[in-house]
């Protein structure tokens, strides 16, 4: 399952490292939020500060929806 081993891989390899892994679970599952929030973390320390606000502003979208995980990860946001 891509998303799973997204998420299992992603977090082995760190954030940078899983963009691909990342966009592969997005690809399967957009509304999965720790992934769009890995992916953003792995851009902004890659240099693409531009991409990572594209992702955190969609992560933004689904808070505004009621989503409580997009929530609580954009608040981490702000001090990571």
């Given at each position: 399952h891509v998303i799973a081993?997204?998420?299992?891989?992603?977090?082995a390899i760190g954030q940078r490292g899983g963009q691909g892994l990342w966009r592969a679970a997005l690809v399967v599952r957009p509304s999965l939020v720790l992934a769009r929030y890995n992916?953003?973390?792995g851009l902004a320390l890659d240099g693409h500060g531009k991409a990572a606000i594209g992702q955190l502003e969609e992560m933004g979208r689904a808070a505004k929806d009621g989503d409580p995980t997009a929530s609580n990860l954009l608040e981490k946001a702000k001090a990571d």
């Open positions: 081993a997204g998420n299992r891989h992603g977090a992916l953003a973390c």
